[in-house]
């Protein structure tokens, strides 16, 4: 019988390496932007890159989702804009979205 808290090895060592490598890319990249010139239409799109990647993931589950979503949507879009908090808007919206899927 395999005992559910156990690890293997190798696992372990895909997972360290995963980390790893994501590290490395994520240093290297800053690495490499500290030493080049950037224009400034190159910084702005740097700058709205992490609100293109939110619309990427949010796209989807919108254009699939229902009444709860759209209606999370909604708030976490006001709270965002009221607060400028991203962890409380985002926190709201996943309240919201499971407050209107036990209502409906």
Known sequence: MIDALSLDPTVVAVI???AAVTY?????GF????RVDLTE?????I?????AVVVAFVAPA???GG???WVAAVATVAVARKTGNLL?????????VLAVRNVL
């Open 16 to 18: 360290l390496a995963m």
């Open 24 to 28: 490395a890319t994520k240093a290297g």
């Open 31 to 34: 690495w490499l932007l500290g």
């Open 41 to 45: 239409r190159a910084e702005a799109g």
């Open 47 to 51: 700058d709205v890159l992490p609100g």
């Open 62 to 64: 919108l254009a699939e």
């Open 67 to 69: 009444v709860p979503e």
């Open 88 to 96: 409380v808007s985002l926190a709201v919206g996943v309240a919201v």
